[in-house]
């Protein structure tokens, strides 16, 4: 399905057909991850069911410092 492009303020986004968003569960929110060059969006999960995932995303964009390297 193509769809375009539309400008909200400073950002771009683009319109989800109703009948898309019903198929896919989706409500307020979305999770969103870039994935292959592409976006993925998801239905927000309830309570920590992705806890894990989350956890190990963050490590790799904020990997744990060696002691000594803190910056204050």
């Known amino acids: 399905m193509r769809v375009k492009l539309i400008k909200i303020g400073n950002s771009t986004g683009i319109r989800l057909p109703k009948a ?13 991850t870039v994935q292959n060059g592409g976006v993925l969006l998801m239905p927000v999960s309830e309570g920590r069911l992705l ?8 490590i790799q964009q904020n990997p744990v410092r060696e002691k000594g390297e803190w910056e204050w």
């Open 20 to 32: 898309v968003i019903k198929e896919c569960g989706f409500s307020a929110e979305a999770e969103m």
């Open 51 to 58: 806890w894990q995932e989350m956890f190990q995303a963050d």
